[in-house]
């Protein structure tokens, strides 16, 4: 009966050991949080960027032997810049502190947003940016008229699923931030261990005759 209960006792230890293994292999690292973080940011300013650089719509202009393109740049003059901006952020929470990774976080949800709204009116409405793309070929000033057809890309939907994936980036860094370690704030750590030094060793090891300037290894050579 004592061994049945002994061997019950170490199945039900080893199953409890094999629940904490799977749940810490489950659970992701702040280190790797952080990483992740970084670079969907960094992939969100460039999927804005590159939105900014492709046709967002091709127009069938009366009167014009080639169809005009309405670039992303003239639809959503501003996609670019705001997709610059999240890049920079992004290689910013590399080595930001902790209160200026909350700060960081609240600018990368604004920028979000700002993306959001730059590029939405364009998925809105295609015939926004065609007027000016028109208007640059032909010279007329209200040059709706003119467009006989238009057929669009999916590149106007990039730019508002980048702006999202920006904003909750950004709210991921304001709720667990502060949670991340810093770099450069560990290797000070380390390094100021490996600088101090116990007074009695020191001692002990003058009175065995070593050299105190002889670095943790031995002489130098």
Do not use: N, Y
Request: glycine share 12%; no cysteine.
């Amino acid at each position: 009966m004592g061994g049945e209960l002994e061997q019950g006792d170490r199945t039900a230890q080893g199953g409890r050991r094999r629940e904490r293994h799977a749940a810490g292999r489950s659970r992701v690292s702040p280190a790797r949080e952080r990483l992740l973080v970084v670079l969907g940011a960094l992939a969100a300013g460039a999927l804005a960027v590159l939105a900014s650089t492709q046709p967002f719509a091709t127009a069938v202009v009366s009167g014009v032997q080639k169809p005009v393109v309405v670039a992303g740049q003239a639809a959503a003059p501003a996609l670019a810049p705001l997709g610059i901006v999240a890049l920079a952020l992004g290689v910013a929470l590399t080595i930001a502190g902790p209160i200026a990774r909350v700060v960081l976080g609240a600018v990368l949800v604004l920028l979000g947003v700002g993306i959001v709204a730059a590029a939405l009116p364009s998925v809105l409405d295609d015939a926004v940016g065609t007027a000016a793309a028109v208007t640059a070929v032909t010279g007329v000033a209200d040059a709706r008229s003119l467009v006989t057809a238009r057929s669009g890309t999916v590149w106007p939907e990039v730019g508002p699923a980048a702006g999202v994936l920006a904003a909750l980036l950004g709210i991921v860094v304001l709720v667990r931030g502060r949670r991340w370690s810093t770099g450069g704030r560990r290797f000070r750590a380390d390094a100021a261990a490996a600088r101090s030094t116990d007074p009695i060793a020191e001692w002990d090891a003058l009175s065995r005759g070593a050299d105190p300037t002889d670095g943790p290894d031995g002489p130098d050579r």
